[in-house]
């Protein structure tokens, strides 16, 4: 059904209105035509290939042939990186709705060219700038606060008003520290316009600051291969084949959209985009089956989101990530993968329970063999793949092994074989198209059909991960690689597939013309979706420009503390509840800039200064999906609208409902700060089995409580005691803690023994009081360290490790001011008086780990209580089943 033929009763919006949609938050909603849109055009497909160059050996061969200095390096990089940025958001997005769209104003294009300039004046001065360090003239000033105010702009158009109106009011801190309008808490002294302007614009501590570095060397590249790999029809194929193995299944259709958004997150970093592109096809056929419109649009909304924190890609906020927690990469992918797979796991699951409480019926689907027989061969196919990857990696070892002076080309020649004979296979089946999810019937295709057509699209994805995973390669050349094979597989696959087919000569021609438009709009479309990226990367640095500048992320510690009062979980809590304010209307990367900037510090230090110890992944992560959750939750939640609009259902309706669908995103990072084993922390292979499938079961019971429906609907106890069943599973350690606390004090004299005692990486507590700077009250809290470098003597040791320096006093143990106020002591106590002579700062006491009993003793009670509710509830299916009810059926389901 094309948009001329819909009528007025038609429920879902056009292609055109959700193409429109899309553009308007990803890729600019104005399409300029003649000279100048061509001119547009060729600047998008010069920054990809822009792009592509910097990231490939190219510069580096060029250099050593040529002798000229081609390499760029990234004070270089950045400028010209938002350069092109700035210069596209003033040509792509409109200004206001009513602005035009088939043209661009002048007044757009002088903008864009003083923005482009402005951002430029870093790359063309960068020498002269470097030479006057913290010394601007005139010029850069005036560069610098043109530049800012025109990034604002530019951020304002590509991505609405929220973040600039963040970055606004962090920019008025700045300069108004002082104000008596600003609580007393957040005053600061203020900074001048030029420190103001050479901390933000002129050096690399703000809007050419890590986080656009990241933008330049890392998420661009996996846009890039993202809008590549969906160009070349993988975003189909993905959609087509989560239908083909779930849509056949009782609420089928919600389960496909959670398995195909799962796939989709892969490649795509915006959850607008990801809720567009799959809830375009799986929104009305879920409510076929029986979901309401806020329903469906809930579980499009809920798979989405849960995109964004799922590896590799995390919304671009795994390369973040790397540099804001200075760890690897694959370290990073191995902390995050299993809370977000154990979290689509259970929306499966919540859905599966959302189908069986409305008796959903399924989609028909053809049947080409008995039950037995296509469960056999589902068993065959994945036994074959995992055969086939372990295959391909002794493959490749051995040619590395065996041929390490060419194994390099051979490799290529055996990729290039592998290609070639998938592209055969799918050449033997039709091209998939694009369904039309108002057709009358829908007959779901075959898993193994499907499979057959889309093989090849997983070269790219295999070349991805074993560079980064195995090879343990720079995301960057990573993502270059695999793109490099997508632009093969674009200009090559359709031209292929016409001479397997045996078509003649004109028509594999005009098959290899199709490829290089795909290609060039491929690349096009990437440079397009990183626009509102790029601009939010550029502004987030204005936030961290402020942090660093004010120290404004020490208040935020404070504040949290004296809202919480020290006890971790209200810690937690308004953590969370700042972390979803200030992700609102925030793009994934931004979203995860800011919070990460303000509020993991403040988790990692307010634990440690009261007694828990955080690692600072686990802080990151924990805002991060508090920061995400901002797309789903009302008033704001952008994800939740453009589900609406696909829906035509109630947007706030639609918000609540995929919060409530997305409890168990919500309870996840609770978790994993108690039990880091979630996050695999020094956790072996075995053991991660175990702790997957513990936790796999406990978010199922979790989400069978949330939905009040097991094997037919919960009573009241039955919801709470699956609850308790959910948090014995997750937290097993707090019921062994009730019984044998985890610390043993010791008095405050013990110290030097405490400290020789604990093992390298071990922790120790330190009970502590003193008078308070503000109003010398005496304060008592409990610090928690990690100790290492065992072979030091037990004061030098405590010192090296938190800045402490103790003394003993007769029966007391009295500590002299830390040294460094950066160290951890530093940063816990440096609000107390060390100088009073009459309440000195002293150690109160010692805390060390004892010896508990297994955790798995916990285990025991939450089976007790799961089969209680299990038996209640079988008794009454087989009742409700003699009366005649459909319970059985539906469980059977």
């Known amino acids: 059904m094309n948009d001329e033929t819909r009528t007025a009763h038609d429920t879902g919006p056009s292609k055109a209105e959700l193409d429109d949609l899309v553009a308007k938050v990803d890729t600019g909603a104005r399409n300029p035509r003649g000279p100048v849109g061509r001119a547009v055009t060729g600047v998008a497909l010069a920054w990809a290939l822009f792009q592509l160059y910097i990231a490939s050996p190219l510069p580096f061969l060029a250099s050593q042939l040529t002798g000229l200095p081609l390499v760029l390096n990234d004070a270089q990089i950045r400028p010209i990186h938002l350069g092109f940025a700035l210069f596209l958001a003033y040509c792509a997005y409109p200004a206001f709705a009513r602005s035009p769209r088939d043209r661009i104003p002048v007044l757009d294009l002088i903008l864009a060219a003083a923005a482009t300039f402005c951002a430029l004046y870093i790359f063309i001065f960068y020498r002269d700038l470097a030479s006057r360090p913290g010394l601007p003239i005139t010029q850069d000033l005036v560069a610098a606060g043109a530049g800012l105010v025109l990034l604002l702009e530019a951020t304002r158009r590509a991505l609405g008003p929220p973040l600039a109106i963040v970055a606004i009011v962090f920019l008025l801190y700045v300069f108004f520290g002082s104000s ?114 806020e329903k469906a649009g809930s579980v499009e909304v809920a798979s989405s989101v849960n995109g964004q924190i799922m590896p590799p890609v995390m919304g671009a906020a795994a390369f973040l990530m790397v540099e804001y927690v200075g760890i690897s990469y694959t370290a990073v992918i191995t902390h995050a993968f299993l809370p977000a797979l154990i979290s689509y796991i259970a929306l499966l699951y919540l859905v599966h329970l959302e189908a069986l409480k409305n008796a959903m019926p399924a989609l028909p689907k053809r049947v080409i063999h008995p039950l037995q027989i296509a469960l056999l061969r589902a068993g065959i196919t994945i036994a074959s793949m995992l055969i086939l990857a372990g295959l391909t990696y002794f493959v490749i070892r051995g040619v590395q092994t065996i041929l390490p002076a060419v194994s390099t080309p051979v490799l290529l020649v055996l990729t290039s074989a592998v290609y070639v004979f998938l592209i055969w296979l799918a050449s033997r089946e039709p091209d998939l198209e694009i369904d039309d999810p108002d057709a009358p019937v829908v007959e779901l295709p075959i898993a193994t059909e499907v499979l057959k057509t889309g093989l090849h699209y997983l070269l790219p994805i295999v070349v991805l991960v074993w560079f980064l995973m195995i090879e343990q390669r720079s995301p960057g050349l990573s993502a270059f690689y695999a793109v490099v094979l997508l632009v093969v597989i674009l200009l090559t696959q359709k031209p292929l597939k016409a001479l397997f087919r045996k078509l003649r000569g004109a028509e594999v021609s005009a098959a290899f013309r199709e490829g290089f438009a795909d290609l060039t709009q491929g690349l096009i479309l990437g440079s397009r979706n990183m626009i509102g990226i790029a601009c939010a990367t550029a502004t987030a640095g204005i936030i961290v420009g402020t942090v660093t500048l004010t120290g404004i992320g020490q208040v935020m510690a404070e504040f949290v503390e004296f809202l919480s009062g020290g006890n971790i979980l209200l810690i937690l809590v308004f953590t969370a509840m700042i972390s979803l304010v200030l992700g609102m209307g925030l793009p994934t990367t931004a979203n995860y800039i800011v919070v990460a900037t303000l509020m993991a510090p403040v988790i990692v230090e307010l634990g440690q200064a009261n007694g828990v110890i955080i690692p600072l992944i686990a802080a990151h992560l924990f805002v991060f999906y508090f920061g995400i959750m901002a797309d789903v939750t009302p008033p704001v939640g952008l994800a939740s609208f453009a589900a609406a609009a696909v829906s035509r259902g109630d947007p706030l309706k639609t918000g609540f409902t995929a919060f409530f669908y997305s409890l168990r995103t919500v309870l996840l990072p609770f978790i994993f700060v108690f039990n880091t084993n979630l996050l695999l922390i020094d956790v072996g292979w075995v053991e991660g089995i175990w702790v997957f499938v513990k936790a796999t079961a406990a978010m199922l019971v979790f989400a069978a409580a949330t939905q009040f429906y097991f094997l037919v609907r919960n009573k009241w106890w039955e919801t709470i005691a699956l609850l308790l069943v959910a948090f014995l599973l997750l937290r097993p350690g707090f019921l062994i803690d009730q019984f044998v606390p985890p610390y043993e004090p010791l008095p405050a004299t013990a110290i030097e023994e405490a400290v020789a005692g604990t093992p390298e990486g071990g922790i120790i507590r330190i009970g502590i009081s003193g008078p308070r700077f503000s109003d010398l009250v005496v304060e008592e809290r409990t610090l928690a360290f990690t100790l290492g470098q065992a072979e030091l003597d037990p004061a030098a040791r405590l010192e090296q490790e938190t800045g402490l320096l103790w003394r003993v006093e007769g029966d007391r143990v009295l500590l002299e001011e830390p040294f460094d106020p950066r160290s951890q002591g530093g940063r816990a106590l440096g609000h107390l008086d060390f100088y009073d002579p009459d309440n000195p700062v002293m150690i109160t006491a010692v805390e060390v780990p004892v010896a508990q009993p297994a955790r798995a003793w916990s285990y025991i009670p939450a089976a007790l209580l799961f089969a209680l509710v299990w038996l209640a509830q079988s008794r009454r299916l087989e009742r409700e089943g003699e009366r005649g009810g459909t319970a059985p059926a539906n469980a059977r389901a």
């Open 180 to 293: 008596p309008l600003v609580p007393d808490i957040l005053q600061w002294g203020g900074a001048s316009f030029s420190r103001a302007m050479d901390q933000m614009w002129l050096t690399s501590g703000g809007v050419f600051g890590v986080a656009l570095g990241v933008s330049a060397s890392f998420v661009f590249l996996f846009v890039l291969f993202g809008s590549l790999l969906d160009k070349a029809g993988a975003g189909n194929f993905f959609i087509k084949l989560a239908f083909a193995l779930l849509g056949h299944l009782r609420g089928g259709p919600a389960k496909a959209a959670v398995l195909s958004s799962m796939m989709t997150g892969l490649i795509s970093g915006s959850s607008i985009a990801n809720v567009v592109t799959t809830g375009t096809f799986t929104i009305p056929l879920m409510k076929r089956v029986g979901f309401s419109a």
